[in-house]
């Protein structure tokens, strides 16, 4: 069975609700098992036990979170054939998708090997309190399933 991980930097915990969201878009009809973590639980090296890893970043200065950046990095030592990527973030509108381009031109750089990474998705949040607002979770599962679909895995 296809195997798939979502990793997430948590603060407030928007960036986490939304990894839920996705992972249940992918695991819908049983057909990719999917786990869902916090990134500083998951070593890089067990993060490349699945074929679908997704990950996901509220926007820092700059980009993504220090977490991420680290992992990004520490990607670039491993063996990326394979695998396939794709990158959500969290942001107030005015950053609205400068993380997940950031992401995944990281993710180019990192090896000529690696595929192209499935489109990214990107959520505006308001406030601190780290529930998505109930018209973005469908497009968090959608974003699950298109990953899965892209890949001719039915529900
Ligand atoms: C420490 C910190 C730094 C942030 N820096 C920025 C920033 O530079 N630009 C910006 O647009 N939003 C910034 N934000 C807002 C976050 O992008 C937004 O709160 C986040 O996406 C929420 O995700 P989370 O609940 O998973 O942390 C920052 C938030 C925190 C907590």
């Known amino acids: 069975m296809t195997t798939a991980i979502v ?3 948590p603060w407030y915990g928007f960036t986490k609700s939304i990894a839920a969201e996705v992972a249940r878009g992918l695991s819908e009809g049983g057909r990719v098992a999917t786990v869902v973590a916090d990134l500083r639980d998951v070593p890089v090296d067990h993060l490349l036990e699945h074929e679908i890893i997704v990950i996901g970043s509220p926007h820092r200065p700059g980009g993504p979170s220090p977490e991420l950046c680290r992992l990004m990095e520490n990607l670039r030592s491993f063996d990326l054939r394979g695998r396939r990527f794709a990158f959500f ?3 107030p509108g005015r950053s609205r998708g400068r993380t997940v381009a950031k ?13 192209q990474p499935f489109l990214g998705l990107s959520v505006a949040v308001h406030g601190s309190r780290g529930s998505i607002l109930p018209g973005e979770i469908s497009h968090c ?8 679909e892209s890949l001719s895995i039915p529900a």
Not at 103 to 115: A, H, K, R, T
Not at 141 to 148: A, L, M, T, V
């Open 141 to 148: 599962r959608d974003f699950g399933r298109s990953i899965r």
């Open 7 to 9: 990793v997430y930097d």
């Open 89 to 91: 973030d969290t942001s």
């Open 103 to 115: 992401m995944e031109s990281m993710l180019g750089d990192l090896n000529p090997f690696v595929s």
